[in-house]
């Protein structure tokens, strides 16, 4: 066997310990945050960036990537070429990245324009599907030609697109939220039907992780409501979130049950119990207006909350409080992590 002096030994297992360190970072997610703008103009100076910025710390620090300033609403990463194949829903319309951020392309021309929603297909993943404040637009050739997708959205209202959910379990089941109600497709999108909620924003769209039949929405000073029979019949939550504008759902993908709501100036809400019940939990946040949330994966214990103006916070406990993790000032209106 060979021998090592004790020097020697002392380089290798320091060796050992970095290669870890760096695997370990090399496998840490990466978490995307879109936001729409950010306040600190100075008269005078040049605009701070806004669109996409990512962090690869879980939080420490962010960096801009891409168009420097863009109202960026939505992500979408295709889940085949996780890291360098994505796409952002801006007010300029729908860019791609094939390479990670380096270079990007606009994929649509004025026609589509404050691109709300952005889906990639998982099993074809050339098909695109978009949601506008005019509706929906579907593309078979990975963004090069689209088409407006209206059948069944037969009014303005209902063509203002607020949340689009695919369903991973099918990529043909589509469901939509407008200013006027819950909508489904069950053809990919090239026709709609109304599924309740008349009259009733509905502002997000979230599929359970542990049950791809149960679905939750968050609405308009309504609350959450859920659906456990693959969105057949909806209960409304009990309790104060009950009159709540929730913004943005987030479910835990490690603990059945738990769930987080981002609302309008009442900050964050959990449910443990599936979303039958639910508590305040907002402790710490500067702006109680939260549009984004997302779980950690490698750690449910930390929820990333992007504000309406006051950047991301971050919770280190499962939501008890939260500490501002970066992007000073700004409206934050997509986070998530792959």
């Given at each position: 066997?060979?021998?090592?002096?004790?020097?020697?030994?002392?380089?290798?297992?320091?060796?050992?310990?970095?290669?870890?360190?760096?695997?370990?970072?090399?496998?840490?997610?990466?978490?995307?945050?879109?936001?729409?703008?950010?306040?600190?103009?100075?008269?005078?100076?040049?605009?701070?960036?806004?669109?996409?910025f990512v962090s690869r710390d879980v939080g420490?620090?962010?960096?801009?990537?891409?168009?420097?300033?863009?109202?960026?609403?939505?992500?979408?990463?295709?889940?085949?070429?996780?890291?360098?194949?994505?796409?952002?829903?801006?007010?300029?319309?729908?860019?791609?990245?094939?390479?990670?951020?380096?270079?990007?392309?606009?994929?649509?021309?004025?026609?589509?324009?404050?691109?709300?929603?952005?889906?990639?297909?998982?099993?074809?993943?050339?098909?695109?599907?978009?949601?506008?404040?005019?509706?929906?637009?579907?593309?078979?050739?990975?963004?090069?030609?689209?088409?407006?997708?209206?059948?069944?959205?037969?009014?303005?209202?209902?063509?203002?697109?607020?949340?689009?959910?695919?369903?991973?379990?099918?990529?043909?089941?589509?469901?939509?939220?407008?200013?006027?109600?819950?909508?489904?497709?069950?053809?990919?999108?090239?026709?709609?039907?109304?599924k309740g909620f008349s009259g009733i924003p509905?502002?997000?769209?979230?599929?359970?992780?542990?049950?791809?039949?149960?679905?939750?929405?968050?609405?308009?000073?309504?609350?959450?409501?859920?659906?456990?029979?693959?969105?057949?019949?909806?209960?409304?939550?009990?309790?104060?979130?009950?009159?709540?504008?929730?913004?943005?759902?987030?479910?835990?993908?490690?603990?059945?049950?738990?769930?987080?709501?981002?609302?309008?100036?009442?900050?964050?809400?959990?449910?443990?119990?599936?979303?039958?019940?639910?508590?305040?939990?907002?402790?710490?946040?500067?702006?109680?207006?939260?549009?984004?949330?997302?779980?950690?994966?490698?750690?449910?214990?930390?929820?990333?909350?992007?504000?309406?103006?006051?950047?991301?916070?971050?919770?280190?406990?499962?939501?008890?409080?939260?500490?501002?993790?970066?992007?000073?000032?700004?409206?934050?209106?997509?986070?998530?992590?792959?």
């Amino acid at each position: 066997m060979k021998k090592y002096s004790r020097l020697q030994a002392i380089f290798i297992l320091v060796s050992f310990i970095l290669l870890g360190i760096s695997n370990l970072h090399a496998q840490s997610p990466t978490i995307y945050a879109c936001v729409l703008a950010t306040k600190n103009y100075v008269v005078g100076a040049k605009n701070p960036p806004s669109g996409l910025f990512v962090s690869r710390d879980v939080g420490k620090t962010w960096q801009h990537v891409g168009w420097g300033n863009i109202r960026c609403f939505g992500f979408a990463m295709d889940p085949n070429h996780v890291g360098k194949t994505f796409y952002l829903a801006s007010g300029n319309g729908v860019l791609r990245t094939m390479n990670a951020g380096k270079r990007w392309r606009i994929l649509t021309d004025w026609h589509e324009t404050e691109i709300q929603e952005v889906l990639v297909n998982p099993k074809t993943p050339r098909k695109l599907v978009i949601g506008t404040p005019y509706g929906i637009f579907l593309s078979e050739d990975g963004g090069r030609s689209w088409k407006a997708s209206n059948r069944g959205l037969a009014t303005i209202d209902n063509q203002f697109v607020s949340a689009l959910l695919m369903d991973r379990s099918n990529p043909e089941h589509l469901l939509l939220g407008s200013e006027s109600g819950l909508f489904e497709s069950l053809n990919g999108g090239k026709s709609w039907k109304n599924k309740g909620f008349s009259g009733i924003p509905v502002l997000d769209i979230r599929q359970d992780v542990f049950d791809a039949s149960v679905f939750y929405v968050g609405t308009e000073d309504r609350g959450v409501y859920r659906s456990t029979d693959n969105g057949r019949k909806w209960i409304r939550s009990h309790g104060k979130i009950s009159r709540e504008t929730v913004y943005v759902l987030a479910v835990d993908p490690n603990r059945k049950g738990v769930l987080y709501a981002g609302t309008f100036a009442k900050g964050v809400y959990k449910s443990v119990d599936g979303g039958k019940h639910w508590k305040s939990a907002g402790k710490g946040l500067q702006k109680k207006t939260v549009h984004a949330l997302a779980v950690y994966p490698k750690n449910s214990q930390i929820i990333f909350a992007g504000t309406a103006g006051s950047g991301i916070y971050k919770s280190g406990n499962g939501g008890k409080n939260w500490q501002f993790s970066g992007l000073s000032r700004a409206e934050v209106w997509d986070v998530q992590i792959w």
